[in-house]
């Protein structure tokens, strides 16, 4: 059993998961940030064409 513990301490594989995941949380949330705002610019352009151009329903 003290074996099995002291293989499965000096094991590090789990952590380089862990923080390869931690990246890919951070990559993801920078990314829907950008997509965010993007989308919000681009709302904002398009109301204020709709608003030139009198179009109801825009």
Do not use: P, Q
Request: proline content about 0%; some cysteine; glycine content about 10%.
């Amino acid at each position: 059993m003290c074996e099995l513990l002291k293989h499965l301490h000096a094991d590090d594989s789990g952590a380089a998961f862990i923080e390869y995941t931690a990246l890919l949380g951070v990559i993801l949330a920078v990314g829907l940030g950008i997509l965010t705002s993007v989308g919000l610019w681009v709302d904002s352009r398009w109301s204020d064409v709709c608003s030139h151009l009198n179009i109801s329903g825009c």
